[in-house]
């Protein structure tokens, strides 16, 4: 699958190195403190941290992962889009994100000491540094098979090639090289792209000769359609309720919303409008992403009848690229894809080095030193953190579709982390202990779920269909563990948790509204239903 790659191919990934390593030693200079390097001094704009979120999520696993689902799965993968991502933005944007940012919290785990306690901020920050390390891995690998491609190296050789490549800007500039990197990488994604949708369209004759190929495939008739069959045969093997409850619900909150690497693209914003203005911003382009995502992947399976059979499902973008692109273009392809992978594993890396350094070593660790010596240790923590993905980039190459395993992944530590913030956040008698054994007890309820299924114990189906049960049962796990602790255990006063759960704002709220911010293009509730009214729209076209 070597792609015929010449000079000028070279010419434009050479040329965006080095603007990616230009912005990592301009971002540098304004680094003089530990807020500066993981938050990026809370000083950035809505639009500016708004691509950020999106182009964070748009990584190496999104493009070739639901590439891989489009060929698997057909239309139906776009769920993971106008139901599994959408709301979720929006939800976070008009709800969570004030109670993030006005609490002035530096990460996830550290909003979860405040509301419980400790031992619920330690066993989440340990999750968490996990998580993002095995998704970092899954990022390298999918890197690795663009590089081995390109280049011809073996896998080991193009993972710890690719590694150094994000390690170098991430260290220099921190948060703020990542954040403007990945408005950079943002564009360069959509370039390679859409070429590649565009003449992938032609090749197989247009949307309506995609369509009567689709249904002449693997897939048939189901492949055309999103919620069709749904209570009864489809690609996925999905029944609705898993859609609804596992994926849109529970999957989807359990991510967008707690989900650090995400969270931390906000909480740079330079004020709480502009925090919740973030996501909300990101949904519109996500509303679109599946066409520059998903139907490559279905212009791959009519194309190439071997995928899923003999060739990975993941290899989709790659042969795409390798048999339409011409030179030039096939350079800016793989340009964006590997602007994918830097977006993607930056965001990994930058959450993992700020929950590690504020979360894990000045909490629990080393308190109370000098602000310079949490800088270095952000440094040498992001130096680790790469130097483990490298590791985990290996399990990821165990799977024949990446995103898979991704979900499970998101079930195991996302879906039961929202079940302990959505009950702490509505239900103020909740307890502190109730917090953590509720997290522990959903968490290892998606482990049993998963392991369940692989072992024939239990039948979903699909291993995705798995991840949507797994992530509903973590959640009601979570949700029933957290009621009966909360039961026997003595919750906080009122006044500790003012600021951080509804209706119970803190005493001492500053406006921190800035001109302009009350114009109907700032409005986070007027566009963010606007961004839900378009996603139900959408499906309209391909139910």
């Known amino acids: 699958m070597r792609l015929d790659v010449n000079l000028l191919d070279y010419l434009l990934i050479a040329v965006y190195f080095a603007t990616v390593l230009a912005i990592g030693f301009a971002a540098r200079r304004r680094i003089s403190s530990s807020l500066d390097f993981f938050l990026a001094g809370r000083g950035l704009p809505a639009w500016i941290t708004g691509l950020a979120f999106v182009s964070a999520n748009l990584g190496a696993i999104e493009i070739l ?41 530096r990460s996830v785990p550290e909003f979860l000491r405040r509301r419980f306690n400790g031992a619920t901020q330690l066993l989440n920050a340990l999750m968490f540094a996990v998580a993002q390390i095995l998704i970092a891995g899954v990022n390298l690998y999918a890197l690795a098979l663009v590089m081995e491609a390109l280049l011809g190296w073996p896998l080991p050789v193009s993972v710890v090639v690719s590694a150094l490549i994000v390690l170098s800007y991430i260290t220099l500039g921190g948060l703020s090289s990542a954040i403007y990197n990945e408005v950079l990488q943002f564009f360069v994604i959509l370039a390679g792209l859409i070429p590649l949708t565009v003449l992938g369209l032609v090749k197989v004759g247009g949307v309506a000769g995609l369509f009567d190929k689709v249904r002449q495939s693997a897939l048939g008739e189901g492949g055309l359609h999103t919620w069709a069959g749904t209570a009864g045969a489809n690609p996925m093997q999905a029944h609705w309720i898993g859609i609804v409850f596992g994926l849109g619900f529970v999957l989807s909150f359990g991510y967008w919303t707690t989900n650090f690497a995400e969270v931390q693209r906000a909480l740079s914003a330079r004020n709480t409008n502009a925090a919740r203005m973030t996501p909300i911003i990101a949904a519109f382009p996500k509303l679109l992403i599946p066409l520059v995502t998903v139907l490559p992947g279905m212009i791959a399976l009519v194309l190439f009848g071997d995928l899923g059979k003999g060739q990975d499902y993941n290899d989709a973008i790659p042969l795409l690229m390798r048999d339409l692109l011409p030179n030039g273009v096939l350079g800016v392809a793989v340009t964006g894809l590997l602007a994918s992978f830097m977006a993607g594993m930056a965001a990994n890396i930058s959450g993992f080095n700020t929950v590690f350094t504020n979360d894990i070593w000045q909490a629990h660790v080393r308190p109370d030193r000098p602000d310079g010596h949490y800088l270095n240790v952000g440094r040498v923590a992001t130096v680790a953190g790469v130097a483990l993905g490298v590791g985990t980039a290996f399990i990821a190459a165990g799977y024949s579709n990446i995103m898979n395993y991704l979900q499970a992944l998101f079930s195991f530590f996302n879906a039961p982390l929202f079940a302990t913030f959505v009950v702490g956040l509505f239900w103020r008698r909740m307890t502190p202990w109730a917090g953590f054994w509720g997290l522990l007890a959903g968490t290892l309820s998606a482990f049993a779920s998963y392991f369940a299924y692989k072992a024939g114990v239990v039948d979903f189906g699909t291993e995705l269909n798995a991840s949507f049960w797994g992530a509903g049962i973590a959640f009601a796990v ?66």
């Not at 889009?81 to 002035?104: C, D, E, N, Q, T």
Request: charge should be neutral; avoid cysteine; proline fraction near 5%.
């Open 65 to 105: 992962g639901m590439a891989a689902n489009g060929a698997q799965y057909g239309a139906m993968t776009v769920h993971y889009y106008w139901i599994g991502a959408v709301p979720a933005m929006v939800f976070l944007g008009i709800v969570m994100m004030p109670f993030y940012y006005r609490s002035k919290v």
């Open 478 to 543: 979570d949700v029933l563990v957290s009621v009966v602790v909360t039961l026997v255990t003595t919750p906080k006063p009122e006044r500790e948790l003012r600021g951080l759960v509804y209706g119970l704002n803190a005493a001492d709220l500053e406006d921190d509204a800035l001109a302009g911010d009350t114009r109907w293009y700032r409005s986070p509730v007027l566009l963010g239903t606007g961004a839900v009214i378009l996603a139900a729209l959408l499906y309209g076209v391909i139910l």
